[in-house]
Nanobody
Framework: EEQLVESGGGVVQAGGSLRLSCGAS???????????IGWFRQAPGKEREGISC????????FYRNSMKGRFTIFKDNAKNTVYLQIDNLIPEDTAVYYC????????????????????WGQGTQVTVSS
């Protein structure tokens, strides 16, 4: 079964850093050329929002403008894993973070980050304490 498996969430103090991982299980990046694998988050009582995604084919990255700076996406092709590095965490970053993949051609980025999601991960909780 093909799955996206997230890990790395937890409870962190404000100002700290966290690295989330999204591993491809049952498939490789090479199996899905021209896809984007990235991250969304959903805070309590708020809509889910896109953060960033990275191409499976090359190292092209796409960000929601408001997420640039503290959020960095990168991948390890050998491990078929996408990472999200979050620095200078603030309490407003508290949310469930979801890994998601979709076709690269559907990516819309800038003031938003959206794409047609083909597959979701199960989510990982990030809680930032003040």
């Amino acid at each position: 079964e093909e799955q996206l498996v997230e890990s790395g969430g937890g409870v962190v103090q404000a100002g700290g850093s966290l690295r989330l991982s999204c591993g491809a299980s049952g498939f490789t990046f090479e199996d899905y050329e021209d896809y984007c694998i990235g991250w969304f988050r959903q805070a309590p009582g708020k809509e889910r929002e896109g953060i960033s995604c990275i191409s499976t084919t090359d190292d092209s990255t796409f960000y929601r403008n408001s997420m640039k700076g503290r959020f960095t996406i990168f991948k390890d092709n050998a491990k078929n894993t996408v990472y999200l590095q979050i620095d200078n965490l603030i309490p407003e970053d508290t949310a469930v973070y979801y890994c998601a993949m979709g076709l690269l051609v559907t990516v819309v980025y800038g003031n938003t980050l959206e794409y047609e999601v083909y597959r979701w991960g199960q989510g990982t909780q990030v809680t930032v304490s003040s």
